[in-house]
């Protein structure tokens, strides 16, 4: 199962290049991401926040691998996930990715919010895992083949 979403940038957060050091976080409004700099993260960052809600309407969220692709999120998972009937029964959701763990500094963040498809065709899964595959793990072919095997593997296989 793939889930795509469609980018609503919500907020940035700062960009430690350009930003004026501060000793208050009570106005974060002044902290800005650029353009290139969320570019950046996006092509760097493997893993994303994404949030849900239940059926009880409370928020819930997992880490996840991403790829953003022409103005759109791509996440996988099995069916088999309670988040994949809640995304169906209620599509909008959130995505939040941060640069920690990547080379490009800390506390540089944005949040995302749109609509989510649950798409499970063959074209989609021919293109979109060999691309996260690339992402994940980008030192080895044989490592994103196994990965790519893995994601193809039905369960109980």
Not at 31 to 38: A, G, Q, T
Not at 78 to 101: D, Q, W
Not at 107 to 119: H, I, M, P, R, W
């Amino acid at each position: 199962m793939s889930t795509a979403t469609d980018a609503d940038t919500a907020s940035n957060s700062s960009d430690t290049d350009e930003a004026e050091y501060t000793d208050s976080y009570e106005d974060v409004s002044t902290f800005v991401l650029s353009d290139d700099r969320e570019q950046e993260l996006l092509d760097k960052q493997t893993e994303c926040t994404f949030m849900w809600t239940t059926k009880a309407n409370d928020p819930v969220g997992v880490i996840m691998n991403f790829v953003f692709e022409d103005g759109t999120f791509w996440v996988t998972c099995t069916r088999r996930r309670k988040r994949v009937p809640a995304v169906e029964a209620r599509p909008r959701v959130a995505l939040a990715i941060s640069s920690r763990g990547t080379d490009i500094g800390i506390s540089q963040a944005v949040t995302y919010k749109g609509d989510a498809e649950v798409l499970e065709d063959d074209a989609t899964k021919a293109w979109f895992y060999p691309v996260l595959a690339a992402k994940v793990r980008p030192a080895s072919t044989e490592a994103q083949q196994a990965f790519v095997h893995h994601l193809e593997t039905p369960a109980g296989s």
